[in-house]
């Protein structure tokens, strides 16, 4: 009756090595570090790159524990913060020299100390959340009224294309404040305009003004426009941002709208404020130009340009000579996605432009067919060639930019047309910084406290229900760990609200287990042997046990659903805690007493605590 079958014990420890395995790379900890990325194309992180910094730092008599190298770039991990602080100069120094362009960003990070062989195996540590770990906060303000007036720009210029293709005559079109206005002589023009712009622009509102010799159109965008506008130039904001924050090396960085024209960014982890700040604080500008066919090619970077022309690296970091005049700027670039080339199947990348954009691509691709052109991203006085390509025939408004390696250089390239510059531009309205020694501090508390609860729990029971308290207590033991290990696994990101969603599943389990104990005595008084009390005890309370925690799980979820930000962290830790809970005084819990009482032909009596027990009269 209370033998459970192979299966289950499998299934017992299974779960228990894996909670274990999961949960090992927390004790760990973090370690100050020096974090080194590519700041661009042109320059490369690789093994020569590590080789230099170990050098550079043997050299300044700066100790480190260990220096690896994986995908974010190279990371220096030292013994404390004092060496990292001067590691991290000396570093920028070595690789950014004073009067030159830097190529890599040095920042400051907390990284995990998780041995390679359980990060093999996939067994990472949970990602902290600002509170615990330390890092940066900011509270951008996006300047909504700049994106407005760019669009209003925008349509200006696409409106004089419009009416010099009709042949439609006017005395002037600017933009006045919220509204662009055009001046016309006569009433038959301003009739033909009508008949040129109604259709053609739906998201302005027309009308007439003036009379005599001076008559007027006036138009303005309509609310539904300005919205639009407005959540775009938003969300872009947030895609560039995103982009920028991976040179920091955060790890689950947080970028969300708050309210309709703000943006918050943390940064977990990140220590360098400035160096934060300064990324995220950055404008970049795309532009288009011809490539000089005229001369030939530079040798290497040191050759002397010819006038008129500019020395830029390309992505695979040669050089090239490109004409200082500006085809175009990246703010004619209305979108850029990533595809395939229909002949040659190879990646590519689809430009759409507006009609201003259009109609000048055109013109110089007409007169420059067979020759290369290229697109610069130009980013705190740096330019590089994200693309050089050939014109291979007259371009319009789309067109495709092919010789992509991969469809991840595609994808790339897609991401810096669309999102290399801001829509709008950005103040920063707040900024915190936590440091990681109240982080530190933080998770001491949190630590203690579930400890503390735990300990509490564990005498009580022990005291209350003997045997079966200490095995309630070792399926509680157990449910931490799985959950643990199941955040882990999952890679979420804890924070102090998710800590407090741990010591409530705490609680929560042991009251399963209460149930059950309580069951299996009242058995007992009922006159059952103590083999059908156990049996029937969890039995009869496990769907007591179902009904509380499914409830418990429709709160969880309807936090997750509607709340934000840390109450999105506790219902997270406190679903997952059901479902650890329930495991571990349901499966755990028997496990552990079968594996005690199961083996015994006959059992006189149970170790539960102070019970009135009569066998019933067979």
């Given at each position: 009756?209370?033998?459970?079958?192979?299966?289950?014990?499998?299934?017992?420890?299974?779960?228990?090595?894996?909670?274990?395995?999961?949960?090992?790379?927390?004790?760990?900890?973090?370690?100050?570090?020096?974090?080194?990325?590519?700041?661009?194309?042109?320059?490369?992180?690789?093994?020569?790159?590590?080789?230099?910094?170990e050098q550079v730092l043997h050299e300044s008599g700066l100790a480190y524990t260990r220096v690896t190298l994986d995908d974010s770039g190279i990371k220096v991990r030292f013994a404390d913060t004092d060496s990292q602080l001067k590691a991290r100069d000396v570093v920028d120094r070595a690789l950014n020299p004073e009067g030159q362009q830097p190529g890599y960003v040095v920042a400051?990070?907390?990284?995990?100390?998780?041995?390679?062989?359980?990060?093999?195996?996939?067994a990472l540590p949970m990602y902290l959340g600002l509170d615990l770990s330390g890092g940066v906060h900011f509270l951008l303000q996006v300047d909504m009224q700049a994106a407005l007036t760019k669009r209003l720009d925008g349509y200006a210029s696409e409106m004089r294309a419009t009416l010099r293709d009709k042949r439609v005559y006017y005395d002037g079109i600017a933009r006045d404040g919220s509204r662009i206005t055009l001046h016309f002589r006569d009433e038959a023009a301003r009739t033909a305009a009508h008949h040129a712009l109604d259709d053609?622009?739906?998201?302005?509102?027309?009308?007439?003004?003036?009379?005599?010799?001076?008559l007027l159109i006036t138009a303005a965008l309509k609310q539904e426009a300005v919205t639009a506008i407005?959540?775009?130039?938003?969300?872009?904001?947030?895609?560039?941002?995103?982009?920028?924050?991976?040179?920091?090396?955060?790890?689950?960085?947080?970028?969300?709208?708050q309210g309709a024209d703000r943006i918050i960014v943390?940064?977990?982890?990140?220590?360098?404020?400035?160096?934060?700040?300064?990324?995220?604080?950055?404008?970049?500008?795309?532009?288009?130009?011809?490539?000089?066919?005229?001369?030939?090619?530079?040798?290497?970077?040191?050759?002397?340009?010819?006038?008129?022309?500019?020395?830029?690296?390309?992505?695979?970091?040669?050089?090239?000579?490109?004409?200082?005049?500006?085809?175009?700027?990246?703010?004619?670039?209305?979108?850029?996605?990533?595809?395939?080339?229909?002949?040659?199947?190879r990646p590519s990348v689809n430009i759409s432009m507006d009609s201003k954009g259009a109609r000048i691509i055109r013109e110089v691709s007409r007169e420059n067919l067979k020759k290369r052109m290229a697109i610069l991203l130009i980013e705190k006085g740096r330019t590089e060639a994200i693309s050089v390509a050939t014109i291979q025939d007259e371009l319009g408004a789309r067109f495709q930019i092919t010789g992509l390696r991969n469809p991840k250089e595609a994808n790339d390239l897609a991401l810096l047309l669309r999102a290399g510059a801001l829509a709008a531009p950005m103040d920063f309205i707040e900024e915190r910084t936590v440091g990681p020694s109240l982080g530190a501090?933080?998770?001491?508390?949190?630590?203690?406290?579930?400890?503390?609860?735990?300990?509490?729990?564990?005498v009580f029971m022990i005291a209350y229900y003997l045997l079966f308290g200490v095995i309630s207590v070792a399926s509680l033991g157990i449910n931490v760990l799985l959950l643990v290990g199941l955040l882990s696994l999952l890679q979420a990101t804890l924070t102090l609200p998710g800590m407090a969603g741990i010591a409530l599943t705490v609680g929560m389990a042991i009251d399963a287990n209460v149930l059950i104990n309580e069951r299996i005595r009242e058995e007992l008084r009922n006159g059952n042997s103590p083999g059908a009390a156990i049996h029937a005890g969890y039995d009869r309370a496990f769907g007591t046990i179902l009904d509380s925690n499914v409830t418990t799980g429709i709160a969880g979820i309807a936090l997750f659903a509607f709340g934000s930000g840390p109450v999105k962290g506790f219902a997270v830790v406190l679903v997952l805690?059901?479902?650890?809970?329930?495991?571990?005084?349901?499966?755990?819990?028997?496990?552990?007493?079968?594996?005690?009482?199961?083996?015994?032909?006959?059992?006189?009596?149970?170790?539960?605590?102070?019970?009135?027990?009569?066998?019933?009269?067979?």
């Amino acid at each position: 009756m209370n033998k459970y079958p192979l299966w289950k014990n499998a299934l017992v420890v299974l779960a228990l090595v894996l909670g274990m395995l999961y949960t090992l790379p927390n004790f760990y900890g973090q370690s100050p570090a020096v974090q080194i990325s590519a700041q661009g194309t042109a320059a490369r992180v690789d093994s020569t790159l590590e080789a230099r910094v170990e050098q550079v730092l043997h050299e300044s008599g700066l100790a480190y524990t260990r220096v690896t190298l994986d995908d974010s770039g190279i990371k220096v991990r030292f013994a404390d913060t004092d060496s990292q602080l001067k590691a991290r100069d000396v570093v920028d120094r070595a690789l950014n020299p004073e009067g030159q362009q830097p190529g890599y960003v040095v920042a400051l990070n907390l990284v995990p100390n998780s041995p390679h062989w359980l990060t093999s195996l996939g067994a990472l540590p949970m990602y902290l959340g600002l509170d615990l770990s330390g890092g940066v906060h900011f509270l951008l303000q996006v300047d909504m009224q700049a994106a407005l007036t760019k669009r209003l720009d925008g349509y200006a210029s696409e409106m004089r294309a419009t009416l010099r293709d009709k042949r439609v005559y006017y005395d002037g079109i600017a933009r006045d404040g919220s509204r662009i206005t055009l001046h016309f002589r006569d009433e038959a023009a301003r009739t033909a305009a009508h008949h040129a712009l109604d259709d053609a622009y739906r998201d302005l509102i027309f009308r007439d003004e003036g009379a005599g010799t001076d008559l007027l159109i006036t138009a303005a965008l309509k609310q539904e426009a300005v919205t639009a506008i407005q959540d775009q130039a938003l969300k872009q904001n947030i895609l560039a941002l995103r982009n920028r924050v991976n040179e920091l090396g955060a790890k689950e960085p947080i970028i969300q709208q708050q309210g309709a024209d703000r943006i918050i960014v943390q940064l977990p982890g990140v220590q360098d404020t400035a160096k934060a700040k300064d990324i995220i604080g950055r404008t970049a500008t795309l532009e288009i130009r011809l490539v000089d066919e005229d001369h030939p090619g530079p040798a290497s970077v040191h050759d002397v340009p010819p006038f008129g022309d500019d020395l830029v690296l390309e992505r695979n970091g040669l050089p090239v000579f490109v004409k200082k005049q500006v085809v175009l700027t990246g703010d004619v670039i209305t979108d850029a996605g990533a595809g395939f080339d229909s002949q040659t199947n190879r990646p590519s990348v689809n430009i759409s432009m507006d009609s201003k954009g259009a109609r000048i691509i055109r013109e110089v691709s007409r007169e420059n067919l067979k020759k290369r052109m290229a697109i610069l991203l130009i980013e705190k006085g740096r330019t590089e060639a994200i693309s050089v390509a050939t014109i291979q025939d007259e371009l319009g408004a789309r067109f495709q930019i092919t010789g992509l390696r991969n469809p991840k250089e595609a994808n790339d390239l897609a991401l810096l047309l669309r999102a290399g510059a801001l829509a709008a531009p950005m103040d920063f309205i707040e900024e915190r910084t936590v440091g990681p020694s109240l982080g530190a501090e933080n998770i001491s508390r949190g630590f203690h406290s579930t400890w503390i609860g735990f300990t509490a729990i564990a005498v009580f029971m022990i005291a209350y229900y003997l045997l079966f308290g200490v095995i309630s207590v070792a399926s509680l033991g157990i449910n931490v760990l799985l959950l643990v290990g199941l955040l882990s696994l999952l890679q979420a990101t804890l924070t102090l609200p998710g800590m407090a969603g741990i010591a409530l599943t705490v609680g929560m389990a042991i009251d399963a287990n209460v149930l059950i104990n309580e069951r299996i005595r009242e058995e007992l008084r009922n006159g059952n042997s103590p083999g059908a009390a156990i049996h029937a005890g969890y039995d009869r309370a496990f769907g007591t046990i179902l009904d509380s925690n499914v409830t418990t799980g429709i709160a969880g979820i309807a936090l997750f659903a509607f709340g934000s930000g840390p109450v999105k962290g506790f219902a997270v830790v406190l679903v997952l805690g059901i479902l650890t809970s329930m495991f571990s005084a349901v499966i755990v819990s028997r496990s552990l007493v079968n594996l005690i009482y199961g083996s015994r032909r006959k059992i006189e009596k149970l170790s539960i605590g102070n019970v009135d027990w009569h066998q019933k009269p067979r």
